[in-house]
Every structure is written in C-alpha cells, then in structure tokens.
C-alpha cells in the first residue's frame, strides 16, 4: 500500500512540476527564465527517481512487473515446450 501511495505522489509531484513550468513558459522575462529551468530540473530529477525506485522495487521483490502483463495460457505455454523439445 505504501508503495502505491509513494509512486502516486511522486507521479503528482512530476504533473506540478511540469504545469509549473508551463506557467513560467508563458509569463517570459528572464527571472521566470530561471524558474523554468529550476522547476524542469525538478522535473527531470523527480522522473528519474521515480524510475530508479520502480526499478528497485522490482529487483527486491517489493512488486512484480512482469507477472500479468501477457496473460501466458498454460496449454500454449505448453505446446510451445514440446515443439522446442523435439
């Protein structure tokens, strides 16, 4: 459940960051410049923290990424072993 929440509000934090940017873009000048280019940094560090923790979380069996994604049917998975075999 914890996960879940910190994955949410790292996820809420990247949007904010990216409309704050935005917000910045359009106002022009050179101070809000600067806070476009802060505020996009934040971007940028909050996305690849957000990868880096999913990618750990994975590696250490917190979550599972790769069960059901592709539903496997058993009696193709099956089949597919005996065509290898032989």
Do not use: C
């Not at 022009?28 to 971007?43: D, F």
């Not at 880096?52 to 099956?78: C, K, S, T, W």
């Amino acid at each position: 459940m914890w996960v879940k929440v910190v994955v949410i509000i790292l996820m809420l934090a990247i949007l904010f960051s990216l409309f704050r940017g935005l917000f910045f873009l359009t106002k022009g000048g050179e101070e809000n410049s600067k806070q476009l280019l802060r505020s996009l940094m934040w971007r940028i560090g909050l996305s690849l923290a957000l990868f880096i923790i999913v990618i750990l979380l994975d590696y250490f069996g917190v979550i599972n990424m790769r069960e059901g994604v592709l539903p496997v049917d058993p009696a193709q998975e099956a089949v597919t072993d005996e065509r290898n075999n032989n």
